[in-house]
């Protein structure tokens, strides 16, 4: 389909802005800039061709709507492009421009919907997984529990270190999402671990690890974006998981006489604020 045509298909539909690849090495390279809305492929190009053509550049760009530009020959394998992801097909020689600002525009927006409803599911998932570790948490504060540790929840019984606790976990969160999107380096499994260790000397059960969690997560997703708040859930669940392995390990270090020189204990003077403090800003 000749560039020409189609620039002149598109004036009819106002807010599209045409770029043209030659190659699919150089379409590739344009969309790893990013502000690209929908990408109309032609499946036989100078560098690929057939079906390859959609798989290699839908590998490189599974959020952007691709529609398919095809002969009539090739119909069939227009056809398993859609069936691998592709929004539509449209056949050369048969595109008015009607039919083609319609297939771009119902591109974007089913592509749109298709987002939303993943994070939806994941939304939706990730809600399934806290419930869950809420009734683990529960269940796990027990008559024998209780006996073993004797403590009242520590969001009641130390409030002051259990909200600079849930600050030191909001700040993990920050990290995390930060080394995810910018790909920077921090040491977050040492810095789990020091809290870890600062909630087995506060003699912290699994439920209070949830509460912790529970909390960090609305002071840092409740006015973020949907789409950051999702980053925040989903490294903070990460985090969470690590937290309860070191916090295992933590205990049955602690139970076998490994740490018999420590005296782990809950807190609520200053003392104990000073070292959740210290080790968050460590």
């Known amino acids: 389909m000749a560039l020409e045509l189609l620039r002149i298909q598109l004036a009819?539909?106002?807010?599209?802005?045409?770029?043209?690849?030659?190659?699919?090495?150089?379409?590739?390279?344009?969309?790893?800039?990013?502000?690209?809305?929908?990408?109309?492929?032609?499946?036989?190009?100078?560098?690929?061709?057939?079906?390859?053509?959609?798989?290699?550049?839908?590998?490189?760009?599974?959020?952007?709507?691709?529609?398919?530009?095809?002969?009539?020959?090739?119909?069939?394998?227009?056809?398993?492009?859609?069936?691998?992801?592709?929004?539509?097909?449209?056949?050369?020689?048969?595109?008015?421009?009607?039919?083609?600002?319609?297939?771009?525009r119902y591109a974007i927006e089913r592509q749109r919907l298709l987002r939303e409803l993943e994070e939806t599911r994941q939304r939706e998932q990730y809600e399934r997984e806290l419930s869950s570790l809420e009734r683990a948490g529960a269940s796990s504060d027990s008559p024998t529990t209780a006996d073993v540790f004797g403590q009242a929840p520590l969001g009641k019984s130390s409030p002051v270190p259990f909200g600079e606790l849930v600050q030191w976990y909001a700040g993990l969160i920050d990290l995390a999402v930060e080394q995810r999107t910018f790909k920077v380096e921090h040491d977050l499994h040492g810095r789990v671990r020091q809290l870890a260790e600062r909630l087995g000397f506060l003699k912290a059960v699994p439920r209070d690890l949830v509460e912790i969690h529970s909390a960090a997560i609305k002071d840092r997703a409740a006015s973020l974006p949907d789409q950051k708040a999702q980053a925040c859930r989903e490294e903070a669940q990460f985090i969470l998981l690590e937290l309860m392995g070191h916090l295992c390990t933590f205990y049955r270090k602690y139970a076998t006489g490994v740490m018999a020189g420590h005296s782990p204990h809950r807190s609520s003077g200053a003392g104990g604020d000073a070292s959740a403090k210290d080790s968050a800003n460590g």
Do not use: C
Not at 22 to 49: C, M, T
């Open 12 to 104: 009819d539909w106002p807010g599209f802005e045409l770029e043209h690849a030659e190659r699919l090495s150089a379409g590739v390279q344009r969309l790893e800039r990013g502000d690209v809305d929908v990408v109309l492929l032609d499946l036989d190009l100078p560098d690929s061709r057939g079906l390859d053509t959609f798989t290699k550049l839908r590998n490189q760009a599974a959020a952007v709507p691709i529609v398919v530009l095809t002969s009539m020959d090739d119909e069939d394998q227009a056809a398993k492009a859609v069936q691998l992801g592709a929004q539509d097909y449209l056949i050369k020689g048969q595109v008015e421009s009607e039919l083609l600002g319609r297939s771009l």
